[in-house]
């Protein structure tokens, strides 16, 4: 089992932790990854282009010319596609990018994620998030002590830590979740993650493969 420190807001290791080899020290397949990936970004895609048809776009309807007899093109309607300001033919229309992508391929990747990050040592214990104040000053030179270097944090905490949800709001290049809502592309982005003493348990045990399986059936 990996073995982890357990460091406090000062920075000073504390002691440790034991995570499953199921979900911290599983196979990285990147193809998983970034089928991942790919189901994340298009479900979060607003879906909401739009071009408008014959039908339309302003114009009247009536026939411009006789069809006979002009010695031009027959037409109908200004509002035809060929037209300039006419209607676009086959344009994009508003649409749901979402698809179904299966809970094992997703578990998965979130544990060959998870996995990743313990192994280039950019997943960081913390003893627990006891903030004395919600100012973003004192939590940005907090997370400094913890590590100086990451460009992007990521911090995995449930919610109702009111103090720290109001430090780090206004952090550039910071994000917090919470451990139902962890995604793979949010541990793939991040430079460094920081998690809880308690909610790394929780994600080792809840991920762990018996687990679910023995969830699910009861």
């Known amino acids: 089992m990996p073995v982890v420190d357990v460091i406090n807001l000062e920075g000073q ?17 990147p193809h998983t990854l970034h089928e991942a990936v790919r189901w994340q970004q298009a479900g ?11 039908s339309e776009v302003r114009g009247s309807g009536k026939k411009l ?8 093109a027959r037409m109908g309607s200004v509002r035809s596609p ?13 649409r749901d990018y979402s698809y179904n992508l299966p809970r094992k391929v997703l578990l998965g990747a979130l544990r060959g994620a998870l996995s990743q990050k313990l192994a280039a040592e950019k997943l960081t214990v913390v ?11 004192a939590f940005r030179q907090t997370v400094a002590k913890l590590d100086k270097g990451s460009r992007h944090t990521l911090v995995v905490e ?21 451990p139902h809502a962890l ?4 541990l793939l982005r991040c430079d460094r993650m920081f998690v809880s003493r308690d909610t790394v348990l929780r994600l080792s045990a809840s991920l762990e493969p018996k687990a679910r399986a023995r969830a699910e059936k009861e």
Do not use: C, Y
Not at 88 to 93: D, I, K, L, S
């Open 44 to 54: 979060e895609r607003a879906g909401t282009h739009k071009t408008k048809v014959r």
């Open 13 to 29: 290791t504390v002691g440790q932790v034991e995570l499953s080899d199921a979900v911290f020290a599983a196979e990285v397949n």
């Open 82 to 94: 060929i037209w300039r300001h006419g209607g676009t033919v086959h344009g994009p229309q508003p």
């Open 158 to 178: 449930p919610k109702g830590n009111r103090n720290l949800e109001l430090a780090g709001r206004n952090l550039a290049n910071f994000a917090m979740v919470e």
């Open 183 to 186: 995604r793979v592309f949010d």
């Open 127 to 137: 003893d627990g998030w006891k903030l004395e104040s919600n100012k973003t000053k």
């Open 65 to 72: 010319w006789k069809q006979k007899g002009t010695g031009r």
